[in-house]
């Protein structure tokens, strides 16, 4: 089944303390990216891809790392977590571009820094 | 800055009825434009998409409509169905990499 695995789902830490969500696809497509929902601002991007060794900026890095080392998948990394990285995570792959391709989601990560 | 504007965090139809979503953008280099669908606990999923070269593109119950001079698009769904009930989220990209969001509207159609 073609699908974006995010681990973990659900995660409560403390500030400061480093964390790392997995993103894995296995539809072998180009384009991954990472985006943060927060209420009544809706999905911001933080980080893309557009292929192996390839980062880009989002609207909202701050505070996030990311690598590409492998097609299949696009871990984000807090290196030191702060409350206002609470939020719900989502990865998101697609074929060819954000644009005019379709971006295929995950189920969501809720991270919780307190 | 949100470059992407939905200005109805929620709406509520008639089954049968029609749906229309709103959404305002404000950069003119954005080059195609996007409606997702998310239900809860789960990711969002696409709907319908449009380029900017066009103003209307069409996918069974869902239309959607581009108004380039007014930076303004739209998401009609006819008829509604329960099964529609969901948050909306409009996104447009510019260059096929950045990919803003607007903050979703709620529909909630009614049986």
């Known amino acids: 089944e073609a699908q974006v695995t995010q681990n973990p789902r659900y995660l409560i830490t403390v500030t400061g303390k480093k964390l790392t969500v997995t993103c894995s696809q296995n539809?072998?497509?180009?384009?991954m990216s990472w985006y943060r929902q927060d209420p009544g601002l809706g999905l911001r991007q933080i980080y893309y891809?557009?292929?192996?060794?390839?980062?880009d900026k989002g609207d909202v890095p701050e505070g996030y790392k990311v690598s590409r080392k492998e097609k299949r998948n696009f871990p984000l990394i807090l290196e030191s977590p702060s409350p206002n990285q609470t939020s719900l995570y989502f990865c998101a792959s697609s074929l060819s571009g954000a644009g005019t391709g379709e971006l295929f989601f995950g189920e969501g990560s809720r991270l919780t820094v307190l | 800055d949100q470059q992407v504007k939905q200005n109805s965090p929620s709406l509520s139809v008639q089954e049968g009825r029609i749906s229309i979503l709103n959404c305002d953008y404000t950069?003119?280099?954005?080059?195609?434009f996007l409606w997702y669908k998310k239900y809860p606990a789960e990711g969002p999923t696409f709907l319908i998409s449009i380029s900017s070269i066009k103003d209307k593109n069409e996918d069974g119950r869902f239309t959607v409509f581009l108004n380039k001079s007014a930076k303004h698009l739209s998401l009609h769904i006819v008829p509604s169905q329960p099964g529609d009930s969901a948050v909306y989220f409009c996104a447009a990209s510019y260059n096929n990499n950045d990919m803003r969001f607007g903050a979703g509207t709620r529909l909630t159609v009614k049986p």
């Open positions: 539809m072998n497509h180009e384009y």
């Open positions: 891809s557009m292929n192996v060794e390839v980062t």
């Open positions: 950069n003119s280099m954005f080059d195609y």
